[in-house]
């Protein structure tokens, strides 16, 4: 079981908004930078977000992160059946002195 | 352009070592830090260590120290990650990915290690 919390699912229609969070910790992402990263199927993952709320040029700014305390959302607009994959939000845990990912999201695009 | 090229799969019993290696090229090798993630059959992303690229110094997850050793060779731009004394658990893809903890912008292909007797 993952220290940072993700949804195992979301689900949304094509060309709607979509959102997933990532619940955590003061020592992790209370006090640290979140990622964000997409894996679409049999795939490395990709850099999505970076320091909360970058895009890493190339990624269309569909994609937005947004950090609050403890917790983070990446959110999805206009989604395309090309969206569909794994979604893991990633930080520094500053007492265990590693990084730490969430479990994973599958987003559906129905 | 950059790019990160991993060592193909490999197959391995209980009890024996295995090196993976990541052959990096477009970029100043010493510039940017290396890590190493895994990926269990069906499972999360685990990070397991990145590495200071121009001390050459490692730092290990918990459970990562002991067995898993990192290291570079810069004259080849080239990091490898040795496993010994493995076990079935440690059956997963092993991904090397370029960056400073925890934003990590390129990604090799993925190397498979399978434990099975």
């Known amino acids: 079981q993952s220290v940072l919390t993700q949804p195992p699912s979301v689900s949304a229609a094509p060309g709607q908004r979509v959102t997933i969070s990532c619940s955590g910790s003061?020592?992790?992402?209370?006090?640290?930078?979140v990622s964000w990263y997409q894996q679409l199927p049999g795939t490395a993952p990709t850099l999505l977000i970076y320091?909360?709320?970058k895009r890493p040029s190339g990624i269309p700014d569909r994609f937005s992160g947004s950090k609050s305390g403890t917790s983070a959302t990446l959110g999805i607009t206009g989604l395309q059946t090309g969206d569909e994959a794994d979604y893991y939000c990633?930080?520094?845990?500053?007492?265990?002195?590693?990084?730490?990912f969430g479990g994973g999201t599958k987003l559906t695009v129905l | 352009q950059v790019q990160l090229v991993q060592s193909g799969s490999e197959l391995k019993k209980p009890g024996a070592s295995v090196t993976v290696s990541c052959k990096a090229s477009g970029y100043p090798f010493t510039s940017y830090a290396m890590n190493w993630v895994r990926q269990a059959p069906g499972q999360g992303l685990e990070w397991v260590a990145w590495i200071n690229t121009k001390t050459g110094t490692p730092t290990y997850a918990q459970g990562f120290t002991g067995r898993f050793v990192f290291s570079l060779d810069t004259s080849v731009s080239t990091t490898h990650l040795q496993i010994s004394s493995l076990k079935a658990e440690d059956t997963a893809v092993y991904y090397c990915?370029?960056?400073?903890?925890?934003?990590?912008?390129?990604w090799g292909q993925g190397t498979l290690v399978t434990v099975s007797s």
């Open positions: 990915a370029r960056g400073r903890p925890p934003a990590f912008d390129y």
């Open positions: 320091d909360n709320n």
């Open positions: 003061s020592s992790n992402i209370g006090n640290n930078y």
């Open positions: 990633g930080t520094w845990d500053s007492s265990l002195s590693a990084v730490l």
